[in-house]
């Protein structure tokens, strides 16, 4: 009994997780877009790299801060260098041309104490920090741009799983149509109503509703698999099973049309991106270029040297202090040749991203026009469709009256359901073609 009530317990809690991650039930395009934001793989490296971005400004902006270190080290001096000195300067007592060794060492020394380094004036760190600055905002434009590709990329995979989803219960409804067909058509044979011909005719069209069926459902599978894929979620066959959208295809048209309201389209993002490309270009030249200058350096060191035969770093008379501050500078010279081709070679690079700029404008312009003039062709195209599904529709029901009443042929009403197929396979084409054309366009505006 007590395992039971676990593993219902168990079972609970995982369907209630799972249906607060919006899997189960209906899900509405604007909760998959939010799943998605929350939980891509794609957008949490973005994140992660964003704010790796603004550790490696942080890194800059300590680097301007001066450097200060204890170090400290024993040594044991196996062999104590010594070098010959006139021996009258220690001793006046001796013979003239006379010479003795000094050792200059002992056999154990130590040393500890604080150090200090810090650049007065370096120009490799003299707009470190500014480039890092364009960086992070080259990194946020990034984060951005990947944020509203995704959102056009769930708005598709969500439209292609409506679409996906109508057509396979269409083409239910044909099969369940085609085998009642094809049960009044034996019935008839039996009867020799029909030729064998016309049964056969019956049995057919029923065989390629089911093809398309079988067709149909993979395409579904593929969808929802894409979908859950962008939103995150493990692709299993039971959360195949549960994802069902919620929005139908003219609902859906309405929200696409109000997607991405409150921020700049992906497109305006990338010439804002390229912009600040730009920027850190024109940054990069001006930090090559005050490589000709010399770096001053500000070091110093305050500590104490230890010095005995014995090894005894306790004894307060061996330790003999030793400290100092001093400036050094280092001018460039054969450097600046090299200095001199890396400025060249930045300015070459500004300008192939102001090229790239440029580019960037005037795609965008003739994309935006082309997909404008598309979409109203679309709309159009949409709308018509619409109205010729909706006048199929009616053609059927009558030719069904028509057939149940002898004034038509079987043949002549198979025709008459394969029109209806065809309008609504280009009912559902053009609803696809108008929603990429506007997201296409949201993203180029």
């Avoid at 080290?73 to 010959?84: E, K």
């Avoid at 030719?399 to 065809?422: C, H, P, S, V, W």
Wanted: aromatic share 8%.
């Amino acid at each position: 009994m007590k395992r039971i009530i676990i593993l219902f317990l168990t079972i609970f809690f995982s369907i209630l997780l799972t249906a607060q991650e919006g899997v189960t039930g209906q899900l509405s395009l604007d909760k998959a877009i939010d799943l998605s934001i929350r939980r891509s793989p794609g957008q949490n490296i973005q994140r992660m790299e964003l704010e790796e971005a603004r550790l490696q400004l942080k890194e800059a902006q300590l680097q301007h801060i001066p450097t200060i270190y204890a170090s400290g080290d024993l040594r044991r001096n196996l062999i104590i260098p010594s070098t010959p000195v006139p021996a009258h300067l220690l001793n006046p007592d001796a013979v003239e041309n006379e010479t003795m060794y000094l050792k200059f060492n002992t056999k154990w020394n130590s040393s500890a104490g604080l150090n200090l380094q810090y650049d007065l004036f370096s120009p490799e760190k003299l707009f470190d920090t500014d480039e890092k600055e364009q960086e992070l905002k080259i990194r946020e434009y990034d984060a951005l741009i990947s944020e509203q590709d995704l959102r056009a990329s769930v708005a598709m995979a969500y439209a292609e799983c409506v679409l996906a989803m109508e057509q396979e219960k269409l083409l239910k409804n044909d099969v369940d149509y085609f085998a009642e067909l094809l049960k009044t058509s034996d019935e008839l044979y039996k009867r020799e109503k029909v030729s064998l011909v016309e049964k056969n005719d019956a049995h057919k069209a029923y065989n390629e509703a089911l093809v398309n069926l079988l067709e149909a459902e993979k395409i579904a599978q593929e969808r929802k698999a894409e979908l859950l894929y962008l939103m995150g979620r493990k692709i299993t066959a039971e959360n195949i099973s549960l994802l069902s959208p919620k929005e139908d295809i003219p609902e859906l048209l309405e929200k696409i049309e109000h997607l991405f309201p409150s921020t700049a389209p992906a497109r305006r993002l990338e010439e804002m991106r390229q912009n600040e490309i730009v920027e850190l270009a024109g940054l990069h030249i001006k930090s090559a270029s005050w490589k000709y200058a010399p770096t001053l350096s500000l070091n110093g060191y305050f500590g104490t040297n230890y010095y005995n035969k014995r090894l005894t770093l306790f004894d307060s008379n061996s330790w003999r202090g030793y400290s100092y501050i001093g400036l050094s500078v280092k001018i460039p010279i054969t450097q600046s040749l090299q200095t001199s081709n890396e400025v060249a070679r930045l300015r070459l690079r500004q300008q192939i991203e102001t090229e790239n700029l440029r580019d960037i404008v005037n795609s965008k312009a003739k994309e935006r026009l082309r997909e404008q003039s598309q979409l109203e062709v679309r709309r159009k195209s949409y709308l018509l469709n619409k109205e010729n599904l909706v006048m199929s529709q009616q053609n059927m029901k009558a030719a069904q009256l028509e057939f149940e009443k002898g004034y038509i042929l079987q043949q002549d009403l198979m025709n008459q359901q394969r029109t209806l197929q065809n309008a609504r396979q280009s009912y559902l084409q053009s609803a696809y073609d108008i929603i990429t054309s506007l997201l296409t366009l949201k993203k180029i505006r």
